[in-house]
């Protein structure tokens, strides 16, 4: 389904409160990028989790989102349940010998490559200027910008991927015509 | 229909509510009056939801809204022809502190209490449009208060803070008010004139970046103590904040009086001042820009902000506003 994926760790300008936490701490986020389409897939943050799982995490609620209609929030996906669905059925590689089946080629194939070149600059104005630059319904809620909750960080992380995916779809169908 | 009175001119919608909740003689504690929330059971969470982050200026489809219009026997397209605006950077409900004094007094002698605009609230009209005079900023505290608007009007007429905030008045001052307002003038004669509400959009976008590239530390040489006043947020322009959100998001938070200032620099990047015009301000800040080529030199002084400035600025370019409006342009954006 995805040929390259490529995760960006991110920084974010602001700090974010847990909910039953005493301070507001600073965290790392981990964005999945499509790097084929230029689309932000998944993302996970570092918000009581430790920062090695960030990826994996990432990857796991991917194929969550891949398997069912669910919408990325972040939840849920922590080393336990990492390892424990590498032991569900569904991801178990079959180690069975296969029988009366012709047996591929044994040439070397290169796979199709075609990627859309991104302009990584270009990518990252688009993609800082939809972190920080927030809706007025959004904004109409934050009382202090430097310091964030928990949901709402979750969903102004959400728009913001939602924001980017539209804007960098959009300039490429632009080029396309072009 | 029972008597309303009739909203003022640009008056916004918290205002009125609460004119007309005065004129019920409703004088509990809510935005909406707890009694008329508690009259109609919200059972719904979306309700309850709605109540916490409503905006009475600006929400218009809220339920609370049709609460209030059933209660008062307000029809809603009575409430939509006045208080339905076009979209425009705004400030949030949190930190909209700004008010014009004047207008509050002419409208106690009009209607008998003072009112608030709903212009007030947006970020690119720091300058009253009926007096031409920077708007004032209350304490931060204020904001949230059901009555804010009346709140206001008893702080500045006695508090000794306020009573300072008159320094404004003086003559250098006024100099700057009306540079500024001739800016906001000139921005809002080109948003109206444009042909679709999607460059409007980008016009908006267009001002509001040169407005908070100004308004960022490395041009605060520019600016006097007084346009920071000690009623904004503490960790405003705070160094240890992160450039990308005081960038986006200080504009809606910072004075009205920053906002003016920023405005008239604004003005002087885009021609719309000439340098003796400018010269004049130099009895109140030595410091001031005269040219294009002074603001220019403040802002080379960010690194990396003329790069982000011009993606911007880029981004909102139209027939209008654009790259080639601009005087005396960096050497590296030509």
């Given at each position: 389904m995805y040929t390259y994926l490529t995760p960006i760790y991110f920084r974010p300008g602001y700090t974010v409160l847990k909910e039953g936490a005493r301070s507001a701490s600073s965290i790392t986020v981990c964005f999945v990028l499509d790097s084929k389409t230029g689309c932000i897939l998944t993302w996970s943050c570092s918000l009581g989790y430790p920062e090695v799982d960030l990826y994996a995490r990432a990857l796991l609620l991917l194929?969550?989102?891949?398997?069912?209609?669910a919408q990325p929030s972040g939840d849920g996906y922590d080393r336990g349940s990492f390892y424990n669905s590498l032991l569900t059925?569904?991801?178990?590689?079959?180690?069975?010998?296969?029988?009366?089946?012709?047996?591929?080629?044994?040439?070397?194939?290169?796979?199709?490559?075609?990627?859309?070149?991104?302009?990584?600059?270009?990518?990252?104005?688009?993609?800082l200027r939809n972190l920080y630059e927030w809706p007025f319904e959004i904004r109409n809620t934050i009382e202090n910008p430097y310091s964030l909750n928990e949901s709402l960080f979750k969903r102004l992380i959400t728009d913001s991927i939602n924001r980017t995916n539209d804007e960098w779809r959009n300039e490429e169908s632009t080029q396309k015509i072009n | 229909m029972p008597y309303i009175p009739e909203p003022i001119m640009g008056e916004s919608m918290s205002s009125w509510m609460f004119r007309v909740r005065i004129t019920k003689r409703n004088h509990t504690n809510s935005c909406l009056s707890e009694t008329v929330i508690r009259s109609v059971a919200l059972c719904?969470?979306?309700?309850?939801?709605?109540?916490?982050?409503?905006?009475?200026?600006f929400d218009l489809d809220s339920p609370l809204v049709g609460i209030f219009c059933r209660v008062y026997g307000v029809t809603m397209t009575y409430v939509a022809e006045y208080f339905r605006h076009e979209v425009q950077p705004t400030i949030s409900r949190l930190c909209a502190t700004a008010y014009c004094y004047e207008c509050m007094v002419s409208s106690?002698?009009?209607?008998?209490?003072?009112?608030?605009?709903?212009?007030?609230?947006?970020?690119?009209?720091?300058?009253?449009?009926?007096?031409?005079?920077?708007?004032?900023?209350?304490?931060?505290?204020?904001?949230g208060l059901y009555d804010i608007t009346r709140q206001i009007f008893r702080w500045h007429s006695t508090n000794p803070v306020a009573i300072r905030l008159k320094d404004r008045r003086s003559e250098p001052a006024e100099a700057l008010a009306s540079l500024a307002a001739r800016v906001q003038t000139s921005y809002m004669n080109i948003r109206e004139n444009a042909v679709s509400a999607a460059t409007q959009s980008k016009i908006d976008g267009y001002m509001l970046t040169l407005m908070r590239a100004l308004l960022m530390p490395c041009a605060h040489c520019f600016y006097v103590k007084r346009d920071f006043p000690a009623v904004l947020p503490k960790n405003c322009f705070s160094t240890d904040n992160s450039w990308y959100v005081s960038f986006y998001q200080e504009v809606f938070r910072t004075s009205a009086g920053a906002r003016a200032t920023s405005l008239f620099?604004?003005?002087?990047?885009?021609?719309?001042?000439?340098?003796?015009?400018?010269?004049?301000?130099?009895?109140?800040?030595?410091?001031?820009?005269?040219?294009?080529?002074?603001?220019?030199?403040?802002?080379?002084?960010?690194?990396?902000?003329?790069?982000?400035?011009?993606?911007?600025?880029?981004?909102?370019?139209?027939?209008?506003?654009?790259?080639?409006?601009?005087?005396e342009v960096p050497k590296q954006w030509r």
């Open positions: 194929r969550h989102f891949c398997l069912s209609s059925p569904r991801v178990q590689i079959k180690r069975i010998v296969e029988k009366d089946k012709l047996l591929p080629a044994l040439k070397w194939k290169t796979a199709p490559r075609k990627l859309t070149m991104l302009n990584e600059r270009i990518f990252l104005d688009c993609f | 719904s969470d979306s309700e309850r939801q709605a109540k916490l982050s409503f905006d009475p200026d106690v002698r009009t209607v008998g209490a003072p009112h608030s605009k709903v212009a007030w609230r947006y970020a690119l009209t720091p300058i009253c449009t009926t007096h031409g005079t920077v708007l004032y900023d209350a304490p931060i505290e204020f904001c620099l604004a003005g002087i990047l885009l021609g719309w001042i000439n340098e003796e015009e400018a010269g004049e301000l130099r009895s109140i800040n030595h410091y001031m820009a005269c040219t294009p080529r002074h603001v220019w030199a403040a802002l080379k002084k960010d690194t990396g902000m003329l790069m982000w400035l011009k993606t911007e600025l880029s981004r909102n370019n139209t027939d209008y506003l654009s790259l080639s409006s601009l005087q």
